[in-house]
């Protein structure tokens, strides 16, 4: 056997300038007295390699012979070191498991989930934005709430609903990493939350115009644009914007139209899609749009895709209206409550809402269509102007 440890570290430490051998290939590079390498020299398959180890002030003679043991035992055992340790460095790599790739991994996962699988981008955005390019490269395991508080401190208050949801979804991509295996503290979010303190901010409703001025805004929208139309099956039905916008033809049968489960915020999963029941008013609106409709689609854009929110909002907003599109649901909630004597179900159901527990809905069947298609025909007759008298529904 080839003599080994041959070198001292009382020697290594004066040595000149040179090259000198500690034994099985391990060999100390010495540029001058007080800098260095250690490489140590093998051979695999016939073939020579020089492989470094690390430089002097870095690896010390102990740990440079520990190496060398180490990759010389895999020598013995057929494989190159060198080939090995990238090996090892790419497996460590994919084992850091930084918090960006951990954060898109738990997005793919909710994709399922969330409205349109996620395409708007709203659920990965607050990550995106304000989070990621501080934390992104971070490994998750030791992601703690020291960094999430500095994180988020600056938007704790400027853009309090906007840090609110980057901290649920770190919280959620923290739950992930576990689910995975991973070392990671779940209370990471929560003592953040602590030492953040409560947000200096009111939280502030979208604006709604009053139920007794909708006739009057109504009116206005006369235009046979996808803005004006779109805008007129909105205030008629009480749906959201998403389903509105992305309203196709083939979704209306007679004076029902059904809403995909995924295109309804808060039921996704549901088995069952949502109906809703078309005024006379609202039908007229989807004969007139169906002449510009483009793949089906009611609402095109003027360029491609469907009509975009803004552009609704924006049309309010050059009216010099504080009041925003969603804020018809509420006008039309108020109008059910001070101008009728409809059931509290039928009326939230009338907005798409879920209404009682698990067990209750479990038991009952009904949607209600026939109560609402009542309702709804009186509203379309109110805001219109055709109508204003006092029903009861139920």
């Known amino acids: ?47 020579r390699r020089e492989m470094g180890l690390g430089t002097l002030n870095d690896v010390p003679l102990k740990d440079a012979r520990e190496q060398a043991g180490y990759w010389r035992g895999l020598v013995r055992a057929g494989k190159d070191p060198i080939k090995e340790r990238e090996r090892e460095r790419r497996a460590a790599q994919r084992n850091m498991h930084l918090l960006q790739d951990i954060a898109r991994d738990a997005f793919e996962s909710r994709k399922a989930d969330l409205k349109g699988d996620g395409k708007a ?15 992104g490269k971070v490994p998750v395991s030791d ?68 139920w007794q001025d909708v006739p009057a805004f109504y009116s206005c929208l ?96 050059r009216r010099g209206m504080e009041a925003r599109p969603h804020g018809f649901r509420s006008s039309f909630r108020d109008w059910v409550e001070e101008k009728t004597q409809t059931p509290y179900e039928v009326a939230e159901m009338s907005l798409g809402h879920t209404v009682g527990g698990t067990v209750e809905r479990a038991y009952r069947r009904t949607d209600h269509l026939d109560a609402r298609r009542i309702l709804m025909q009186r509203w379309a007759d109110f805001v219109s102007a055709e109508s204003a008298t006092i029903v009861r529904i139920g």
């Open 1 to 47: 056997m080839r003599e080994l440890n041959k070198l001292s570290a009382a020697f290594i430490k004066h040595a000149p300038k040179g090259k000198y051998g500690d034994g099985g290939g391990l060999w100390l590079h010495k540029a001058d007295k007080d800098r260095g390498k250690w490489v140590l020299l093998v051979t695999i398959h016939g073939k």
């Open 121 to 135: 981008g709203r659920w990965f955005s607050p990550l995106e934005l304000h989070v990621l390019p501080r934390l």
């Open 143 to 210: 992601l703690d709430q020291i960094d999430i508080h500095d994180t988020l401190k600056p938007i704790w208050d400027s853009k309090a609903a906007t840090a609110k949801k980057a901290l649920n979804r770190l919280g959620i991509c923290l739950q992930h990493a576990a689910a995975l295996g991973l070392d990671v503290d779940l209370q990471a979010t929560d003592k953040a939350r602590a030492l953040l303190g409560r947000q200096r901010h009111t939280e502030k409703h979208i604006p709604a115009l009053p």
């Open 222 to 317: 006369q235009e046979t644009t996808p803005t004006h139309l779109a805008l007129r099956m909105l205030i008629l039905t009480g749906v959201r914007s998403y389903p509105i916008r992305h309203m196709h033809l083939d979704q209306i049968e007679g004076d029902t139209w059904t809403i995909p489960s995924e295109s309804m915020k808060g039921r996704k999963g549901a088995t069952d899609a949502f109906r809703v029941p078309l005024p006379r008013q609202a039908l007229e609106i989807a004969s007139d749009a169906a002449v510009r409709a483009r793949e089906g689609f009611l609402f095109p854009s003027p360029r491609r895709g469907v009509l975009s929110d803004a552009t609704m909002a924006r049309l309010m907003e």
